[in-house]
């Protein structure tokens, strides 16, 4: 019997390809594995009218990891209009499969590490070493909205003395999403950067937020932020504003280490901290909860590209590399992070985004071939 069962979910577009060669990787490393096929994406939503079947929410449950691909995603109107005829003017909506994986597994913790490999001729500046965690279930993202905004949601919005200047807006010609913090959701996500800082040797954790304007819900983050700093006394908290850290990213990058901020924050930041790096073709994420994870590239399906062996695969790689980690295979894991940089290093196998012309699987083989 196989170590470890992990879901193997390549979803859609070029997310295949990138998967096609992070199995390279594994197989090379010497994982011992059973990779569980689980179906997710938009031929999905088409078909059966879900991205996200509950055959595979089922067999995630059965998996101790999975690795995932990429996602294909439209606009309301062209997603029902994709429909099978059966599901079609049913009321049917699609909704993010990963947000909802996210949610169904509590996969709290969204872990996006970004670091500049030497070599890498897409650096935006050498030095740079970034983690960011992101709360993955609560914020702007858990799909609490209504519109049109009437009835008791209406009501209840126009006991705030700020909602008065909304008074002549008619309901059909208003949208409304909630933006939910939990004080134990902010908690543990600040607990995790920072118990993550303590094990790595980062000497700051900067809590990213918005308190002088969104008064309540980064209110809440920011004082559960600072209720965790005093559980780790060897590492500073500092508080910078959302607005004030975009800047300051772009401007001395190497400053920061770890960073955490909710769900909304994270997303921007992080994929700012990707383009600092190299861009998406280097930017991994892993969605960790307490009993599963799901790790992936953070980029999109990218269907111009699809079937063209073309991507870069290093992304997908990468979040191989923390799912190795947190299946306990910290040694593979160093080893596949070494190769990754070797190969990075010597220049001599590059992806289109690089500047050059290898395939999408040949990255994967000089990977495996540098382990």
Known sequence: MAKHKIGWMPGDGVGKEVMD???????????????????????????????LPP?????LRACDAALFGAITSKPKAEAEAELAPEFQGKGMS???????MRQEFDLYSNCRPCKAFDGNPLN???????????????????????????????????????????????????????RIITWDGSE????????????????????????????????MFTDAAKAVAKDFPGIELWETNIDAMVMWLVKNPQNYGVIATSNLFGDV??????????????????????????????????????????????ACILASKMMLSFLGEGQKADVVGKAIA?????????????GGSTKCSEMGAAIAAAL
């Open 124 to 178: 935006f500046q050498d030095g740079i070493d970034l983690v960011v965690f992101r709360e993955n279930t609560e914020g702007m993202y858990t799909g609490v909205e209504w519109s049109p905004v009437d009835g008791p949601i209406r009501s209840a919005l126009e006991t705030h003395p700020s909602f008065e200047r909304f008074q002549s807006v008619p309901p059909e010609k208003m949208a409304f999403s909630s």
């Open 21 to 51: 060669a992070t199995k390279t990787v594994l197989d090379a490393v010497g994982l011992d594995a059973e990779y569980t096929h689980l179906d997710i994406g938009w031929d999905f939503w088409c078909s059966d009218g879900d991205p």
């Open 94 to 100: 699609y909704r993010s499969p990963i947000v909802r």
């Open 269 to 314: 930041v992080s994929d700012l901290c990707a383009q600092l790096v190299g861009g998406l073709g280097f930017a991994a994420a892993g969605n960790i909860g307490k009993d599963v994870a799901v790790f992936e590239p953070t980029h999109g399906s990218a269907p111009k590209y699809d079937g063209q062996d073309k991507v870069n695969p290093i």
């Open 55 to 59: 055959r595979t929410i089922e067999g």
């Open 188 to 219: 543990r996500i600040v607990r995790a950067a920072f118990e993550y800082a303590k094990e790595h040797g980062y000497p700051t954790v900067t809590v990213v937020e918005k308190p002088n304007v969104l008064r309540e819900t980064s209110g």
């Open 342 to 354: 070797k190969v990075i290093a010597e220049g001599k196998a590059r992806t289109y985004d690089m």
